[in-house]
């Protein structure tokens, strides 16, 4: 919408105060003495654009609002970043984040710088060549928790001491590299298999010569704690230790050789397959390492080709249990232990896992076997001798087991009959004894005196009544007819198998 602006003094639109172009416009009725008539002018009328109305100033609201902002975005970085004045090992972390702190302790230890001089010339190495190491988020962790940008309490604290760990290894390198005039290489132990003892054995290590890591370990960490970037140090000798030494050796020897001591295939307790130790150490590569050690590797293959052959020297049939009774039913011993039946189960996996033992130096392997038990069987012996035959029965719970012919008691010194226990067992002794009449009485010489017979040497003797015995007889061959003094005599090799077929209380039956 616009206004039409009208000619001054028309009654529409016009007020005693209006002007148009600060001009006043005649209406033709009224003139000026001496002024010629004026002319009567039409109105003129023209379209204006409208004034747009006058905003509202804010300023004050918009003020606030900034300040607002401002003051929130303050209030919600100080809940985020560490409080003004915090170091830790000299690097300000102030006014950053934990992370960002971090990073600029990890960066700063990186660049500090520790210069050597000395008789191997000026050389210089940095924390990141020396492998040197903070725990950077921890300590920034701490500065924040301890130290957070919210606490003004907390603002300007003392510095966070920020232990510095060197990497041995990589700080050798790196000042071999910086000063070679002062490095010798140390020499590693080393464990060899030695097929003269059949042992494993050590070569001892050798120190080397190189600067001195630890002194400048600290002389890092000193100046890193200290917030300087370039420390001096006069660089020295030191002996370098070898990176695998000598008790390690030792401990990875012995370890293997007591391996070498119990190798092989077990079933329980019992080494059904020995591995001797030439063997299995040539299945064995031992390798660097880490930290100087020796790892063990195992070459499967070759243990696949003893496990193809288990089977036939693991698996047997169940043996049954012998045990040796008398009539009374007391038990005088075992003729045969019972051996329990077993059959492996699988080859399938078993190179594998013994390699796998082997490479932690445990060479026992227990086999998976199914195993049989077995039966216990008891046996009545009895030795028969048959007076009337002159034959002796071995006999197992009444059967005949096997028989020869003997001698017994002649005439005047018979065998007597009756049943009886073995009571003793001599290999070899000498017999005495007196000679008798044909009334059994004892014979005197002219003199008044015993006349006395003497046997030496009379071997495998077991006695059953008295001085009566079974035994060796070594002066006659005269079997199948009474000849001794009362003993059952018989050849020598049968006497010995007698005397280690019959048990100690085994029964006897004399009878004609």
Not at 150 to 158: E, G, K, L, Q
Request: charged content about 20%; aromatic content about 6%; hydrophobic content about 40%.
């Amino acid at each position: 919408m616009t206004d039409v602006v009208t000619r001054p003094g028309s009654d529409e639109n016009t007020s005693e105060n209006d002007t148009v172009d600060d001009q006043r416009v005649d209406d033709g009725a009224s003139t000026t003495p001496g002024d010629a008539p004026t002319v009567p002018v039409e109105p003129i009328y023209e379209w204006a654009p409208a004034e747009p109305a006058p905003r509202k100033r804010r300023v004050g609201l918009w003020v606030g609002i900034g300040a607002g902002v401002i003051a929130l975005g303050a209030a919600a970085a100080s809940l985020v970043l560490i409080a003004p004045g915090t170091s830790v090992a000299g690097v300000q972390v102030g006014f950053m984040t934990p992370g960002a702190a971090a990073d600029a302790v990890a960066t700063s230890l990186a660049e500090t710088t520790v210069v050597l001089t000395g008789e191997g010339g000026d050389a210089a190495v940095t924390g990141a060549e020396l492998g040197a190491t903070v725990d950077a988020e921890a300590l920034t962790q701490t500065a924040f928790a301890e130290h957070p940008m919210w606490n003004v309490t907390a603002w300007f604290a003392d510095p966070i001491d920020a232990p510095v760990h060197i990497d041995e290894i990589a700080a050798a390198e790196a000042l071999a590299a910086a000063v070679p005039a002062m490095h010798t290489d140390p020499v590693d132990a080393e464990v060899t298999f030695d097929a003269d003892s059949a042992t494993y054995v050590v070569t001892p290590g050798m120190d080397g010569t190189g600067v001195d890591a630890a002194s400048v370990g600290d002389s890092l960490a000193t100046a890193f704690a200290a917030g300087e970037s370039v420390a001096e140090l006069d660089a020295v000798a030191a002996p370098v230790t070898p990176e695998r030494q000598t008790s390690v050796a030792d401990a990875t020897a012995a370890r293997l050789n007591a391996m070498l001591d119990e190798a092989g295939f077990y079933v329980g307790d019992e080494r059904v397959v020995p591995i001797e130790a030439a063997e299995l150490a040539s299945w064995i590569t031992l390798t660097p390492g880490e930290r100087g050690t020796l790892e063990i590797s195992v070459d499967q293959a070759a243990v696949q080709e003893v496990v193809d052959t288990l089977p036939e020297a693991v698996n047997r049939e169940a043996v049954n249990n012998k045990v040796l009774v008398n009539l009374a039913g007391t038990t005088l011993g075992e003729e045969k232990a019972g051996t329990v039946g077993r059959e492996l189960e699988t080859t399938e996996g078993i190179a594998a896992g013994f390699s796998e033992q082997v490479a932690n130096a445990n060479g026992a392997y227990q086999l998976p076997v199914v195993e049989t038990a077995y039966e216990t069987a008891q046996v009545v012996r009895l030795l028969e001798v048959n007076l009337s035959s002159q034959m002796l029965y071995l006999k197992e719970n009444d059967q005949v087991v096997d028989s020869w012919a003997i001698s017994s008691g002649a005439g005047n010194t018979p065998t007597y009959t009756g049943r009886y226990t073995v009571h003793a067992h001599l290999t070899s002794q000498t017999m005495r004894g007196n000679e008798r009449d044909a009334n059994g009485d004892i014979l005197l010489d002219a003199d008044g005196e015993p006349v006395t017979y003497t046997t030496p040497n009379v071997k495998w003797v077991m006695y059953f009544n008295g001085d009566q015995a079974f035994h060796g007889v070594y002066w006659h061959s005269n079997w199948g007819t009474p000849m001794s003094h009362g003993c059952v005599g018989m050849p020598e090799w049968r006497a010995e198998q007698l005397y280690n077929w019959t048990a100690h209380g085994t029964d006897v039956w004399i009878h004609y």
